[in-house]
């Protein structure tokens, strides 16, 4: 009996990508599978398998090549009652509404995400601090100023490297947790506000 040769990953990977080139539908359907397995189907955004596929690829690239990044986690304030006075068809539409206007004041490099119910995320490649924080000082206000059945408005954390973190190492880890409960902060002092991690830190709410 004739011995299987075992293949190595690359060779794996040849023979898969050489049937794919011969089968065009095949290879159409499994690409739209993909995209449908990291896109939200509301709001057309990435969803949070799409979030953690590229905040990994960025903590990767700020790892070997020390460039800045930011991320923003942001939540709709008092949804829950806005869904309950207006319905959840005219949830869903204001949640499309503010997508729409999150996407149109980032920038086309920017990565908006759903990352479950009422709440976003933005990473931001390349981007400083100061720069962060304009940006998204900016989608709120232009959030506040949507025409829906209310008013709505959203409440921001925003993380900063190298700004809050000391060691590169330490982003996989520390980088949500910290923008999450700068988060918190900016929804237990008021809501409708932008608190950065550091600001948070400052009032010692960490």
């Not at 959840?88 to 997508?99: F, K, M, P, Q, T």
Request: with cysteine; hydrophobic share 30%.
């Amino acid at each position: 009996m004739e011995e299987r040769k075992i293949l190595t990953p690359n060779e794996v990977r040849n023979k898969h990508t050489a049937y794919l080139s011969k089968n065009p539908d095949l290879k159409e359907y499994i690409e739209k599978l993909e995209h449908q397995n990291i896109t939200d189907p509301l709001t057309g955004l990435y969803n949070r398998r799409g979030f953690d596929e590229f905040f990994k690829h960025q903590c990767e690239m700020t790892q070997r090549y020390g460039q800045p990044f930011a991320i923003s986690m942001g939540d709709i304030d008092d949804f829950k009652s806005y869904n309950d006075e207006f319905g959840h068809d005219e949830g869903d539409r204001a949640l499309v509404e503010i997508s729409r206007c999150m996407q149109y004041n980032i920038r086309d490099t920017d990565r908006l995400c759903r990352y479950g119910g009422e709440e976003f995320t933005i990473i931001m490649p390349e981007t400083k601090g100061d720069s962060a924080e304009l940006v998204i000082e900016r989608v709120r206000k232009n959030i506040e100023e949507l025409e829906l059945d209310c008013k709505v408005t959203m409440s921001f954390g925003l993380f900063c490297f190298p700004d809050d973190v000391f060691y590169v190492s330490d982003l996989m880890t520390d980088a949500i947790p910290l923008t999450d409960r700068a988060l918190y902060y900016a929804k237990k002092t008021g809501k409708n506000r932008v608190c950065t991690v550091r600001f948070t830190a400052e009032n010692n709410a960490l």
